[in-house]
């Protein structure tokens, strides 16, 4: 059933599995949708919930009822029901994957959704109002651009639906119970620290006293200026090419565009040229240094520019061979980078600076090279030991903590995000807040970008009543693994980071690809472009994707740009995109982590230059708290993760924290390995922010005025979102849809379809068309009943075919009574004076044929078999694989739909082209059918199949026998007496042609090759 109706909603669908235009390039996973419309029809799910499945099935929990019915489910094997699928129909239209105008390519992308929308389930045209007013229908131009709107706030996904709900159910226990064990933990942690908390100021000024000491005040040392430029000239390096000038840059010779590249000093390397009529990054050259001898542990400098693997970079060279490397990572604002020479003391070595690159950021920049040994080495030494007894006797504090806060201090130096950074800067005798981690504001142009909590779960946002975030270990001595700062809007959920897609999961095409987004898409909410750059403060790697009018297939290089994957690094630091020539296009920004790193996202800005570094949580709230004080998230993940700076490195706290949270980490092993960590994948709706579309123009997308605000059709007294509905508003157009008193129309489009599908020709002819261009209704009283029945049959599809085929209309035979061609008061059978003469789909036939071969594989669901392409079939975007003739003998349902490359069998039978719906096929006869069934190779390679099953199941049957078996295998009769007498001579007639027996398989595939190509075969009377 599910199978066999669920072709005929395809239609409606336009359902695809390529995006046609002109490479045909495939959609990830549609089967899905497939499935899910085969699974809807067969459990009976009720009409009303289907259609609010396929408006907002991402918005419906799975059992949720929008209308508030109990689902009846009629299969009787066990169904999982995805509503979310549903919402990849709208998804499976033509698709351009380099449009020139990009607006105009959204616009068109919407007329087809809202054409096939309203076509599906209101019966009406309501695409043919995007350049005016509808010239026959109540439908205005506003109606359209108010149903615009819904779509606009929204986008397209591939979601891992097999586990999205459940996963989602797992999270929200597992946030409770680490909300819950939170408030022991830190309550034990609280009082275990109060007796160093009131001294923790004293140990921090006799940390720095021992530090300065041991390792000198001001900068380190031991750290050796290499080059740090501020002579303003290349004095010992070896200069070639035009890359570098004739001196280094300053803030004022470099483009203003570049924004503050945080330098030290004044002069700095820069090889964007525009000094002297320079051409950017249109320069390429090298600098190689005097040749030195590593003595040092670190190499310590500052670097931007691109991120060109031995283009755009900086190397060691030993003996003529690069023994280190490092490239920019597209940010023309320089960070720090550290080289560990320890390998490689002693050897003689040279730096090189190369800019082989002229493309996009086809630059390097360079600054403050130093040489420096690690303080650790000191720290570790017997006399830095006897320092620290010292100065702990005299100030009266406890040796063993005033270690751990020295050599904590060195740690965090190096850490921008540690807790106490810039007072372990200062403590190492270095400025607390160096140029390149400035704890400067904002500038006020920057426009905050708020992201949105909507793909799946894999990332962790903050809790909305404020709680703390903890993630629990397995190790009840040390229970907490991970403490997230408030301040931090978004991180990967470690209990969820290992999520990965099913085995044969489809990705996007395109620059899109490697990112794998399935599951991992961080979007922010919708925003017009108006500055030249997005700018993202991220930790770890990651890769964005500037979604602009909603343009989601980015191959080749137009618009290229739009991916960008940006370059690792365990620091916070600014990510950034530009979008300079996207200016005034409506947009929003998809980040997808890079797996293996600590992901997190703390803001999303539109600014015009790049922002200075964000100041980091600490936790100097240590400082000022007491006993009956919070810790804040900082503070509390300092104390666990480094219990030795206050003394609580013994068993004893060990084991008051194991008694606090063995009962909370049992749990979490529960909830845990409830976790599914695969699933497939499929395209479907995700909600964005609310986003009203403009009016355009005779539908000019460079014409637009006023925004028009979502709602109804106003024919149906449609009104907007509710006021406490946040996002698209979905829902609520889902609710005054499926209300039989509002919107009457939508039980008698899909009634009036069922009735066509029986009868050939349905009670409404245009069965997409109700409105005036429409024909009228043949019964409208009939119409109408059927519609109320549907209703009072709460939506059931199931229980309106039961009523068709059980009425004496279905049951009437399609011969006339006698000569009445002269009387007939109908016809054209107009008023279902007796049953129409059908003409089966394609598929039907096709099916019917594996079925008499036995070949017929009826297995439910599943990927789609690519189609068997002819010689025919060729030019670009020719699927690289050839199916099986036959299909692999699965249903027609289950090749392969491809817009370019449709299967010609099929195709000489009127399936139609999936550009738009489709709710009533073309019915033709022609001469290709004819020889679609006469020479096919599928055809005829099943008709031998057919022959063969016959003789082998029923060997024993006599010439005579046999024909009757084959006839009623293949039209359910037996033949007449001259359909009998002509078969034998038949088969008399071809042993004598062929020299064979009568009973070689070659003879009965003849006769089952006739029968196949009779008219009765393909004719239902």
Request: hydrophobic share 35%; aromatic share 8%.
């Amino acid at each position: 059933f599910g199978e066999r109706w669920g072709r005929h909603w395809l239609d409606l669908a336009r359902y695809a599995e390529s995006r046609g235009h002109e490479f045909d390039y495939d959609i990830p996973n549609p089967w899905h949708y497939r499935d899910y419309v085969i699974e809807a029809l067969n459990s009976d799910i009720p009409y009303d919930q289907f259609v609010a499945e396929h408006l907002a099935g991402d918005l419906i929990e799975e059992g949720q009822q929008i209308a508030g019915q109990e689902h009846r489910f009629s299969s009787t094997q066990p169904v999982v029901h995805h509503p979310s699928l549903a919402t990849g129909y709208w998804f499976l239209g033509e698709w351009v994957h380099s449009p020139v105008d990009i607006r105009k390519d959204e616009t068109d992308r919407i007329d087809n959704m809202i054409e096939v929308y309203s076509k599906t389930f209101l019966g009406l045209t309501v695409s043919c109002a995007r350049c005016h007013d509808h010239k026959f229908d109540p439908i205005s131009q506003k109606d359209y651009y108010a149903l615009a709107g819904y779509l606009k706030s929204t986008s397209y996904a591939q979601r891992p639906f097999e586990s999205l709900a459940h996963n989602r159910q797992i999270q929200s226990q597992l946030c409770d119970l680490y909300a819950q064990a939170a408030v022991p933990i830190e309550s034990t942690v609280r009082v275990a620290i109060e007796p160093v908390r009131p001294q923790l100021n004293h140990y921090l000024l006799a940390a720095r006293e021992v530090l300065a000491t041991a390792l000198s005040r001001g900068a380190t040392a031991n750290d050796i200026d290499f080059d740090d430029f501020e002579g303003g000239t290349y004095s010992g390096w070896e200069i070639t090419g035009d890359a570098f000038g004739t001196k280094p840059q300053t803030q004022s010779t470099i483009g203003d565009y570049q924004g503050n590249v945080q330098a030290h000093g004044q002069f700095f390397i820069n090889t964007h040229q525009l000094r002297d009529g320079g051409k950017g990054d249109n320069h390429v050259g090298t600098m190689t240094s005097h040749e030195f001898k590593i003595e040092h542990d670190m190499l310590k400098f500052l670097i931007g520019g691109g991120p060109h693997p031995g283009k755009t970079c900086i190397n060691l060279l030993i003996g003529g061979k690069v023994a280190l490397t490092a490239t920019g990572h597209s940010s023309n604002m320089m960070r720090a980078e550290i080289w560990d020479l320890i390998p490689f003391k002693g050897q003689m070595a040279r730096l090189q600076i190369v800019d082989e690159e002229r493309g996009g950021w086809g630059n390097i920049g360079i600054d403050y090279l130093r040489f420096s040994d690690s303080p650790q080495r000191q720290i570790e030494s017997p006399e830095f030991h006897d320092y620290v007894q010292k100065i702990a006797a005299r100030r009266q504090i406890q040796p063993e903590i005033l270690g751990a806060w020295a050599k904590y201090a060195v740690q965090a130096a190096g850490d921008p995000s540690a807790p106490f950074h810039s007072w372990a800067r200062f403590a190492l005798g270095r400025s607390p807040f160096p140029s390149s981690e400035a704890t400067t504001s904002l500038p006020t142009s920057a426009q905050p970008i708020p992201l949105l909590n909507q793909d799946g779960v894999y990332y962790s946002f903050p809790r909305t009543d404020g709680q703390r975030r903890v993630w629990l270990s397995n190790n009840p001595e040390q229970p907490v693994s991970l403490v997230a700062s408030q301040s931090i809007a978004v991180q990967i959920d470690p209990d969820f980071a290992s999520l990965k897609d099913r085995d044969g999961t489809m990705r996007d095409g395109g620059s899109l690809g490697p990112m794998g987004r399935a599951g991992r898409t961080l979007r922010t909410t919708s925003f017009e472009i108006t500055t030249g750059r997005i700018a993202a403060w991220v930790r770890g790697g990651c890769a964005t994707y500037v979604v602009v009018d909603s343009h989601s297939l980015v191959l080749g290089p137009l618009h290229g740009t739009l991916v960008r994957k940006q370059t690792s690094a365990a620091e916070w630091h600014w990510v950034e995109h530009d979008v300079t020539r996207y200016k005034g296009h409506q947009a929003h920004l998809e980040i997808v982590a890079e797996s293996g790193t600590d992901f997190a996202c703390e803001a999303v800005y539109q600014v015009e230059q790049m922002p200075e570094p964000l100041p980091t949580a600490d936790a100097s709230d240590l400082l000022n708290a007491n006993s009956s004080t919070g810790l804040s998230g900082p503070s509390l993940g300092l104390v666990l993760q480094h219990p030795e700076l206050f003394g609580l490195n013994t068993p004893e706290f060990r084991q008051k924290l194991a008694e606090v949270s063995k009962p909370f980490i049992e749990q979490r092993q529960v909830l845990v390995s409830q976790i599914a960590t695969t699933s497939a994948a499929a395209p479907e709706m995700l909600e964005g922010s609310a986003a009203d579309e403009a009016l355009l123009i005779r539908g000019n997308s460079n014409k637009p005025v006023a925004k028009v605000p979502r709602r109804f059709i106003e024919v149906f007294h449609g009104h907007g979102p509710d006021e406490k509905e946040s996002g698209s508003g979905r829902l609520g157009l889902v609710r005054q849809m499926i209300d039989p008193y509002q919107t009457p129309i939508v039980p008698r489009v899909l009634v009036n379809r069922i009735w066509h599908h029986y009868f050939g020709r349905g009670i409404v002819p245009t069965t997409d068309d109700f409105g005036h261009m429409g024909q009228l209704p043949s019964h409208p009283e009939l119409l109408d009943w059927l519609a109320t029945e549907l209703i009072r049959e709460e939506w059931s599809q199931k229980q309106i075919h039961r009523l068709i085929l059980l009425s004496a209309a279905y049951r009437m035979s399609a011969e006339k009574p006698g000569d009445q061609s002269a009387t007939d008061p109908d016809p054209n059978n107009l008023l279902l004076s007796r049953m129409p003469i059908k003409r089966l789909e394609g598929e039907v036939i096709r099916d019917s044929i594996l079925d008499l071969s036995g070949r017929m594989d009826d297995r439910l669901y599943g990927p789609s078999v690519p189609i068997a392409l002819t010689a025919f079939q060729d030019g670009r975007g020719k699927p690289g694989i050839s199916g099986p003739i036959d299909g692999a003998g699965r249903r027609s349902l289950y090749l392969s739909v491809r817009r370019n490359f449709a299967d010609s069998f099929l195709t000489a039978f009127d399936m139609p082209n999936p550009h738009t719906s489709m709710g009533r096929r073309n019915v033709s006869n022609v001469p290709a059918q004819a020889l679609a069934l006469l020479n096919s190779p599928m055809v005829t390679g099943q008709a031998r199949l057919w022959a063969e099953r016959s003789l082998r199941e029923s060997p024993q049957l006599s010439t005579t026998a046999r024909v009757d078996d084959l006839y009623q295998q293949a039209y359910s009769r037996l033949p007449s007496v001259a359909e009998k007498e002509a078969a034998l001579q038949f088969i008399q007639a071809t042993t004598t042609d062929l020299g064979i027996l009568e009973t070689d398989a070659q003879v009965w595939a003849e006769l089952c090759h006739v029968l196949i190509n009779a008219k009765e075969f393909i004719y239902i009377r």
